[in-house]
């Protein structure tokens, strides 16, 4: 049986990773960015690809050096932890952001355009989602290969569209790329971090993970050097290309930070259309979003629907789709920035969980899988998270919160990284060997 791939195969692999992570909601952070920063984009951009692709791909890749699934990674910090981290990567993905955000991204940019001006949206936008999670409802109880075509349809639709505005936004600018007056907490390079925390790609990957084994496997690739090594160029490639989207979007979004601040990056990529093309331009784009999103909201329905029927026996999938897409219409309906405001503090306190236990698996070799190792770098980055939530709230705990924010990294939004790697050296300390003898007689 053969091991390596075809530079065709490796080509094809690489941007199927890459339609997988890309999805309608992507489209929105970047131009936003490049609004917010005008000619600091480029560096608010770095911090967003670093905590979008960046820890997608690594994450992917963790899945595939730890076994054949997300459970092989995750279960590495313990039961417990596993199920907790589990549930809420199924979650955030689900009802409570990535699925919603699916109705609303595609409102704001398939619909809104066309509604007469100063109409409110309320009702519009109610009635839309209704009908959108209803046949999101409908094709999850149904599978059928319509979606997968339509996504294979969408996807490079998508692509076609924002290269026609790229090149159209260089040829007659929107504007001048400015400095703003835009006043960044922590900096264009931390602000551009937190961006990427919630296109959620990093919380995705685990879950996608396997899509990218089952991709090797059916081309006769069984070796899990192989794989690994794989995995690790098809990466880089999708990377590659998701920086050239990303930096296309932020430029996009950077000719316009010399106007009035948009109220996010559906907004203004309508406005770059129709300055650029006119209501055709809306009309192309909004439904090529509209549709991408239907599929990424079926995808979504049908995995959550999934584990949470093989976790929750007693509960069938078709109920548990049923109450998700009604929950998923009604959370919709908060509308986008809501939804963004509300979700960025929890995914502040969990992705550096994530983080950490992604980085640690690269040397599991080195503490041969020890769970108290994984245990205690996590305790301990959550501890310093749980601040960082805290402030991106707005919330204080007088002096005790600029104490903990006084630590090295932190105004760089990693101050974690020394609390994590205090809990590595209690991991791996007598400490950590009875902690561990605990856990595991628990």
Do not use: H
Request: charged residues 10%; positive net charge.
């Amino acid at each position: 049986m053969k091991q390596k791939l075809g530079t065709m195969q490796m080509i094809y692999v690489s941007c199927m990773l890459f339609s997988i992570f890309f999805g309608a909601g992507n489209m929105i952070f970047p131009p936003n960015l490049g609004q917010q920063a005008g000619t600091q984009a480029a560096v608010a951009l770095l911090g967003f690809i670093i905590t979008d692709a960046g820890l997608a791909v690594l994450g992917i890749l963790a899945v595939v050096i730890a076994g054949n699934s997300m459970n092989d990674l995750i279960g590495k910090a313990g039961k417990k932890i596993g199920i907790f981290l589990t549930a809420a990567i199924y979650l955030l993905l689900g009802p409570l952001f990535a699925l919603p955000r699916t109705g609303s991204v595609s409102f704001e940019i398939g619909v809104t355009p066309f509604l007469p001006e100063g109409t409110s949206t309320f009702l519009p936008m109610f009635l839309y989602t209704g009908i959108f999670f209803a046949l999101t409802y409908f094709f999850s109880l149904k599978p059928t290969k319509i979606i997968d075509i339509v996504g294979k349809v969408m996807t490079p639709l998508l692509l076609l569209s924002i290269l026609i505005i790229f090149v159209a936004a260089v040829i007659n600018p929107l504007g001048e790329i400015q400095q703003t007056s835009v006043n960044y907490a922590n900096g264009p390079f931390v602000e551009g971090l937190l961006q990427g925390y919630l296109a959620l790609d990093g919380f995705a990957a685990p879950v996608f993970a396997i899509i990218i084994i089952d991709s090797f496997r059916q081309r006769g690739i069984s070796n899990r050097k192989e794989i690994i090594r794989n995995t690790a160029i098809v990466g880089v490639i999708a990377i590659v290309l998701l920086c050239l989207v990303y930096s296309a979007l932020c430029f996009i979004g950077a000719q316009t930070s010399g106007m009035e601040p948009f109220a996010n990056g559906g907004v203004l990529l309508n406005f770059a259309v129709y300055q650029l093309f006119g209501k055709w331009g809306n009309l192309i784009l909004g439904s090529a979003v509209v549709l991408a999103c239907m599929t990424t909201s079926i995808g979504l329905t049908t995995s959550f629907g999934e584990y949470f029927s093989k976790m929750f026996p007693r509960f069938s999938y078709k109920s548990i789709v049923t109450v998700v897409t009604l929950f998923t219409w009604l959370i919709s309906n908060v509308g986008l920035q809501m939804l963004l405001d509300t979700v960025l503090p929890i995914l502040v306190i969990l992705y550096p969980l994530l983080i950490v236990l992604v980085i640690l698996s690269f040397f599991d070799r080195f503490w041969k899988g020890k769970t108290e190792v994984y245990v205690c770098s996590m305790v301990f980055t959550l501890a310093f998270s749980i601040f960082d939530g805290f402030k991106t709230l707005g919330w204080s705990l007088g002096g005790l919160t600029e104490q903990v924010m006084k630590l090295p990294l932190a105004s760089l939004g990693i101050g974690w990284i020394i609390p994590a790697a205090i809990g590595l050296v209690v991991g791996l300390s007598p400490l950590g060997k009875a902690i561990g003898k605990k856990l595991r007689n628990s």
